[in-house]
């Protein structure tokens, strides 16, 4: 039996809810299921925001979360409430029976339960007070109960518990005990709903390991397996893990961290260490990548490798730090003064970001460039079981080498050739003296602003790029689903691509001619490729979370045909119902055959 | 939970036969007055009288439902399940949940039906017991069951004579241990018990005549054979099975209304109208005493016909109508020609 289930647990900061999602899916992970799951934090201190734990585990490749929840469970029933219409019929609501203050008509999740789902009723709170003697373990309790009605084995949430709290022995006692209150409850409750287990299929290929981890983490994976060496940042949600994590791990491998004291110093400091040779990145978000933009410029015309990783989140200005969104698109691509054509790439699932995490620093050398890895909040903490390869598939150096000088020739950093990549030399290096700055210069990089230079040098920077559409081992775009010619094309980039291949599968199962193409590489654009898939298409959809339709502008601007845009600004990640809708709608599906 | 405030809030407490039809009879009376049901039960309305279709192989609780979820969607008649009503404030219009939650109502339907009964000096033996009033219950007693499995059961009321007959049917061995409660809710005079008794045992079921609950000494857990209960009498026989299951009558749901202000003897009191001694606050169904006129006393209507008209009447009265009540079936229990039990109990839809 297939398995495709999605659990959510709803609670307040403070309640633990992150830390049960977490050990539900490193439980569920370790068992031999695939996860994937997307955490909502509060943007506000502890104990008033709403934490959401989400995730959905399957023995089949999924691409995204559900829209329908298959178990909610409910920590708090303030912040949980208005979550209950997401579980689907026949689905399980778990919640606190009872409560220690008077509430008012409509206070207490039994109230919202619908009549199609399932309710049970758990002494949360009291089952963490006996078997503990305090009730902080409620989120542990729950794992038990859950454990218990899903007849998932105990052993491996105890493996999940015991990593958890490794360094707090108090900790991963009382919540071995919390569990166990919890699955002795679950043994007396008669199960009702539909929701079940089946198998986990082994996925295990020679020599790979497979792990749960969020998009964040992979970032930082393919940074390190590429050989990161320096890493200048300043802290902003979602991206912080980036730095947080690359802060434990580089000092292990002999590479260094600074915390600068802005965005602007980050930058600064990345594209001199890029100068200097090292391969060298930054992490950001919306408005840390505003404070960049000039930097960036300098590292576009001193064609210095430089790396920045943005995680996306709801803009303009301080906008909404915890939602996410995909509107830096526009400012990854093209902001920023002058001509400044800058490599741009868009992972669309956890695995594409240690792909991309990694082969980010191979094209920022490769291509002497600044290359931006554009995700979003709702990559960055969404978690997905990747199977790594043994050995990292990124190439240690890619710089083009200068040969050795003609006796009297002079070193020319800004060399013209015909592929328009000059051979870099490293500063230090003998007989290759040169200069950078942000002026523009002639070959030797000495300030040269005649009307030919520049003509010259700017075509240089945007022609170089080109080779990037070439870059090996890399999936700059991909088409999926039907071959040939279809009713229905789905274009999209980033996070938001998995929902369109779910919702791109749906639509075929309705006989829908359909198919999808997932662009990666956005600048520079790969416009042959999606140009012959849009070819085959009746229809183009075009689904992304932000209201502009900034990647329908870019494809607007590269590939000359009309296009239909699905926006969303909701905050959250797009609903596949809502793009299967859209499919439908362009198929000439009628509302009587969709329900049919 | 907003509504508007002229809008009126009828609440059903129960959603047994009686609750069910009175939330659909309000729902048509009042198309937009707010009909809520406050219930024990986790599942949907369900007729208890398909519980014993379990040891026929319906196990899966959607085959039991009366009616789909789309129907209280389609009605708007909020279900409120696994809610027990923990107390009613009759003056207040309130009702407290057991979890803290107050509810206001306008009018208030009692439905609360009856549990079933386990006389004083057996309750001790209670866990060792295997109930059969609720799907839950159901499931785990027929999980317990072995294929042609032995049931005792004790009392052995209409429900339990019912259960008996499709136990039998599925070549299952049946037990009964009789007693007062035997035939309930049926009054059997000494004179016709001897020829009940003799149509079970044409039926197939085994009578322990006279050993009553009363002649009881213990239920013991763990004894030979595929067997996991023992029954010991006062006189020292025994008797072994895989499950003991009382059928002793109901007792009707009360509690939470004590205290609320309406009057209570056993059951609700209620008139002919099925109003208990507070304006705005009925009942019906098994919970109810209602006054009989011609036999100048409160009395308990049993069976199903007879719950569900009450159901209706109620909500027909709440919605401003003072028809009184009239039994919807008889009540006596017969033995036919052929020497079968006929009962007025046994006939359902
Ligand atoms: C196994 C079985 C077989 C039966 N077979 C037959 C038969 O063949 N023929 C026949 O005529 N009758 C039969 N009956 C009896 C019949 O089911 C009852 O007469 C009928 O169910 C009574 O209906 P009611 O609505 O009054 O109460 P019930 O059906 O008992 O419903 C009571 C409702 O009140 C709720 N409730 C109780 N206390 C509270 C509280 N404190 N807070 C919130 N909710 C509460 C319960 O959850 C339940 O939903 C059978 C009963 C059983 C158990």
Redesign the interface.
């Known amino acids: 039996m297939a398995t495709d289930i999605q659990i959510s647990i709803v609670g307040s900061a403070g309640d633990g809810t992150i830390a049960a999602g977490e050990i539900l899916r490193g439980a569920l992970a370790g068992m031999g299921y695939k996860v994937i799951s997307f955490d909502v934090y509060p943007p506000e201190i502890r104990g008033f925001g709403k934490c959401i734990a989400r995730m959905r585990i399957t023995t089949e490749q999924a691409y995204s979360l559900k829209h329908k929840s298959d178990v909610l469970v409910s920590l708090d029933d303030s912040h949980a409430i208005p979550h209950a219409d997401e579980v689907r ?2 689905g399980a609501v778990i919640y606190e ?12 999740m ?2 919202h ?4 789902q ?4 758990v002494p949360i709170r009291e089952l963490s007070e006996k078997s503990t003697g305090a009730n902080r373990s409620r989120n542990i309790v729950v794992l038990g109960f859950l454990a218990g009605l899903l007849k998932l084995p105990a052993e491996a949430f105890q493996k999940a518990i015991a990593k958890k709290f490794k360094r707090k022995a108090a900790a991963a006692e009382a919540g071995e005990a919390a569990f166990r209150a919890g699955q002795d409850f679950a043994a007396q409750t ?1 199960k ?1 709903d539909d929701v079940l287990f089946g198998p986990p299929v082994s996925t295990v290929v020679a020599g790979a390991t497979v792990e749960m981890i969020s998009g964040n983490a992979a970032i930082v994976r393919g940074a390190l397996d590429a050989g990161i060496d320096t890493f200048f940042g300043y802290p902003i949600t979602p991206a912080t893990s980036i730095m947080e994590r690359l802060a434990t791990e580089m000092p292990k491998r002999g590479g260094r961290l600074l915390q600068t004291e802005d965005e602007i110093a980050a930058i600064s400091a990345v594209v001199g260490a890029g100068f200097a040779g090292a391969r060298a990145a930054t992490s950001t978000s919306g408005p840390g990548l505003s404070l960049m933009a000039e930097m960036l410029g300098m590292g576009v015309i001193g064609e210095v490798p430089s790396v920045v990783f943005v995680s996306q989140r709801g803009g303009p200005s301080t906008g909404m730090p915890t939602k996410t969104e995909q509107s830096d698109l526009h400012m990854a691509v093209y902001g920023g003064h002058g001509d400044a054509p800058r490599i741009v790439i868009a992972p669309t699932n956890v695995d594409g970001c240690y792909r991309c995490g990694g082969k980010a620093f191979e094209m920022a050398e490769a291509y002497q460039t600044p290359v931006i890895v554009l995700i979003d909040l709702y990559l960055s903490n969404r978690y997905e079981t990747v199977v790594f390869p043994s050995r990292p598939p990124f190439e240690a150096d890619t710089n083009r080498k200068p040969g050795k000088l003609a006796a009297g020739a002079q070193y020319k950093r800004f060399a013209l050739t015909a592929d328009h990549i000059s051979p870099r030399a490293i500063p230090g290096e003998k007989g290759n003296m040169h200069v950078v700055t942000g002026l523009e210069h002639n070959e030797l990089g000495r300030p040269n602003d005649s009307a030919e230079m520049h003509e010259a040098m700017s075509r240089k920077r945007h022609e170089k790029l080109k080779a990037a559409l070439r870059h090996p081992d890399f999936t700059h775009f991909k088409r999926f689903g039907d071959e040939g010619p279809v009713d229905v094309g789905v274009i999209s980039w980033g996070s938001t691509f998995g929902e369109c291949l779910e919702a791109m599968i749906k639509a075929r199962g309705e006989g829908i001619r359909c198919a999808a193409m997932k662009v990666v590489m956005l600048s520079p654009f790969p416009t042959h490729g999606v140009t012959a898939f849009m070819t085959d298409c009746k229809q183009v959809l075009v689904p992304e979370l932000n209201y502009q339709g900034q990647f329908a502008n870019l494809l607007q601007a590269n590939v000359a045909r009309p296009v239909t845009r699905l926006n969303r600004v909701s905050g959250e990640p797009m609903k596949v119902e809502d793009i299967l809708d859209e499919i439908r709608r362009l198929a000439g599906r009628k509302a009587a055959q969709k329900a049919a | 939970m907003a509504t508007a405030k002229n809008v009126r809030h009828h609440v059903v407490i129960g959603s047994g036969v009686a609750g069910s039809q009175a939330a659909e009879t309000l729902r048509e009376c009042e198309p937009d007055a707010r009909v809520t049901i406050l219930t024990l039960s986790s599942l949907l309305f369900y007729n208890r009288y398909d519980l014993p279709k379990v040891f026929r192989g319906h196990r899966d609780w959607r085959e039991f439902l009366a009616y789909p979820a789309e129907y209280y969607r389609e009605r708007r008649i909020g279900m409120r399940r696994c809610s027990r009503v923990a107390g009613v404030d009759a003056k207040r219009r309130a009702i407290l949940l057991d979890h803290k939650e107050e509810i206001r109502f306008d009018t208030l339907l009692v439905a609360s039906g009856g549990r079933g009964y386990v006389p004083e000096e057996l309750s001790e033996f209670r866990p060792l017991m295997h109930p059969f009033s609720s799907y839950t219950e159901a499931m785990v007693a027929a999980n317990e069951v072995p294929d042609r499995g032995h049931v005792i059961m004790l009392g052995g009321d209409m429900i339990g004579l019912d259960l008996a007959r499709t136990l039998l049917d599925t070549r299952h061995r049946v037990t009964l241990v009789a007693g007062p409660q035997t035939f309930w809710p049926h009054e059997v005079g000494a004179d016709e018990r001897p020829g009940l008794v003799a149509a079970l045992e044409k039926m197939g079921i085994e009578v322990v005549e006279g050993a009553d609950a009363g002649g009881i000494a213990s239920i013991e857990k763990g004894a030979r054979g595929l067997s996991s209960r023992r029954v010991l009498f006062k006189d020292g026989t025994e008797l072994y099975g895989d499950v003991v299951m009382p059928f002793f009558g109901l007792v009707p749901s009360v509690e939470f209304m004590l205290g609320s202000g309406v009057d209570i003897e056993r059951g609700l009191l209620v008139n002919p109208a099925l109003r208990t001694t507070n304006e705005g606050i009925y009942a019906a169904g098994d919970v109810c005493q209602i006054w009989s006129d011609a036999e100048r006393r409160y009395r308990f209507y049993y069976g199903w016909k007879n719950v569900r008209a009450m159901g209706d009447l109620a909500a027909r009265n709440i919605a401003g109508g003072a028809d009184p009540w009239v039994p919807a079936q008889d009540e006596t229990l017969h033995v036919t020609a052929d020497g079968n039990i006929q009962s007025p109990f046994w006939e359902y839809e």
């Open positions: 019929e026949c029976r009872g409560s220690i203050v008077q509430l008012p008509e409509g206070g207490h039994s109230a339960i619908g009549p199609g399932l309710p049970y009723p008669f009702l």
